[in-house]
């Protein structure tokens, strides 16, 4: 079955970031999943990171959901959460800015400024 | 919301609000009746008698980020927009269950939508709850338990963002036959 495969294929994905971040604190995306975050495609913005981040074969970094927090309009609502680092809070996140921000702030470190909304 | 399984995560966040460990969302479709029922039961918090009857209010929420609660007046709405009704029980301290039905045939009736990518995401998103999902067509079924799942995984985290992928296609697969006329 592909599924059986596929998890293999991610096992060894799994067990080499595991060895190589010994001790290290795993960074952390939140997204907003609140009834209005849901409705501006927050499903949608989760899952796009979710594949991004399996495209690059990170496996190091958890992705979880949170419930609404009370911004309506700027949702979907992101957070990423770098160990040692601010949070930093994106807005209005697309499944298209979503993916940008996994290879911008997550893989090279660089923040995307303009979609920043706060940051502490 | 465009579809219905947008729906369905929104009302599972209120389970998962209310620290449920296992939730079971059940999706029917009977065409033989031309009904449509979706269930979401949880084994959180509950609600007490005294409340129950103010959840379906827009102006009742016990979040204090906004003064309006949605979810369920929408999934009603939704509901009756096709012909169909929504009703909410709730045994405080053992869970709750909140079902509504659809006419299926029903030309306002929303779009089910991507149920695997619903599910995909909160078994995920939420490693420490079990969420089980059924979905029949007549007399064909399909099965989905994250903790049979977990099982599988041996010494995968069950965070792994790949794993998303692969619950989503898992899903996909079992419910083609199941969907298919
Ligand atoms: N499964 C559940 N278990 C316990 N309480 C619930 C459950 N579902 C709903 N409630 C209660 O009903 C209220 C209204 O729910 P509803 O989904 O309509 O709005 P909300 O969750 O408060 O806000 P929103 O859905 O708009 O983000 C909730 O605040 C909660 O107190
Ligand atoms: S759901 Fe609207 S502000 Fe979070
Ligand atoms: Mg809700």
């Given at each position: 079955m592909k599924t059986v495969e596929e998890l293999e294929r991610i096992r060894k994905q799994a067990q080499a970031m595991t060895r190589l971040r010994e001790g290290k604190e795993t960074t952390r995306i939140v997204v907003g999943m609140g009834t209005c975050g849901i409705a501006a495609g927050a499903r949608e913005t989760l899952s796009a990171i979710m594949d991004e981040l399996a495209k690059r074969n990170?496996?190091?970094?958890?992705?979880?959901?949170?419930?609404?927090?009370?911004?309506?309009?700027?949702?979907?609502?992101?957070?990423?959460?770098?160990?040692?680092?601010?949070?930093?809070?994106?807005?209005?996140?697309?499944?298209?800015?979503?993916?940008?921000?996994?290879?911008?702030h997550i893989v090279n470190g660089q923040v995307v400024g303009e979609w920043v909304i706060a940051s502490a | 919301m465009r579809e219905l399984s947008l729906h369905v995560l929104d009302i599972v966040q209120n389970s998962i609000a209310a620290g449920a460990r296992t939730v079971d969302v059940t999706v029917s479709e009977d065409e033989a009746s031309d009904l449509l029922t979706i269930e979401v039961v949880d084994d959180g918090a509950g609600i007490p008698p005294d409340i129950l009857e103010s959840v379906l209010d827009p102006f009742y929420t016990s979040r204090t980020t906004r003064?309006?609660?949605?979810?369920?007046?929408?999934?009603?709405?939704?509901?009756?927009?096709?012909?169909?009704?929504?009703?909410?029980?709730?045994?405080?301290?053992?869970?709750?269950?909140?079902?509504?039905t659809f006419r299926m045939s029903h030309i306002d009736r929303a779009p089910l939508g991507d149920m695997a990518e619903t599910v995909a995401v909160l078994v995920v998103c939420n490693p420490d709850v079990r969420f089980r999902y059924r979905h029949t067509r007549g007399a064909r079924a399909f099965f989905f338990d994250s903790e049979e799942f977990k099982q599988a995984l041996g010494d995968i985290p069950?965070?792994?963002?790949?794993?998303?992928?692969v619950v989503k296609n898992l899903i996909r697969e079992g419910l083609d036959p199941v969907q298919r006329a």
């Amino acid at each position: 079955m592909k599924t059986v495969e596929e998890l293999e294929r991610i096992r060894k994905q799994a067990q080499a970031m595991t060895r190589l971040r010994e001790g290290k604190e795993t960074t952390r995306i939140v997204v907003g999943m609140g009834t209005c975050g849901i409705a501006a495609g927050a499903r949608e913005t989760l899952s796009a990171i979710m594949d991004e981040l399996a495209k690059r074969n990170i496996q190091d970094v958890v992705v979880t959901q949170t419930g609404c927090v009370g911004l309506c309009e700027q949702e979907p609502i992101v957070d990423v959460i770098k160990p040692g680092a601010a949070k930093v809070t994106y807005g209005k996140v697309t499944k298209e800015k979503a993916r940008q921000i996994v290879a911008s702030h997550i893989v090279n470190g660089q923040v995307v400024g303009e979609w920043v909304i706060a940051s502490a | 919301m465009r579809e219905l399984s947008l729906h369905v995560l929104d009302i599972v966040q209120n389970s998962i609000a209310a620290g449920a460990r296992t939730v079971d969302v059940t999706v029917s479709e009977d065409e033989a009746s031309d009904l449509l029922t979706i269930e979401v039961v949880d084994d959180g918090a509950g609600i007490p008698p005294d409340i129950l009857e103010s959840v379906l209010d827009p102006f009742y929420t016990s979040r204090t980020t906004r003064k309006v609660g949605l979810g369920l007046p929408l999934f009603r709405e939704a509901a009756r927009t096709a012909g169909g009704d929504l009703i909410i029980e709730s045994w405080p301290g053992r869970g709750t269950k909140v079902r509504a039905t659809f006419r299926m045939s029903h030309i306002d009736r929303a779009p089910l939508g991507d149920m695997a990518e619903t599910v995909a995401v909160l078994v995920v998103c939420n490693p420490d709850v079990r969420f089980r999902y059924r979905h029949t067509r007549g007399a064909r079924a399909f099965f989905f338990d994250s903790e049979e799942f977990k099982q599988a995984l041996g010494d995968i985290p069950p965070t792994a963002p790949a794993l998303a992928g692969v619950v989503k296609n898992l899903i996909r697969e079992g419910l083609d036959p199941v969907q298919r006329a």
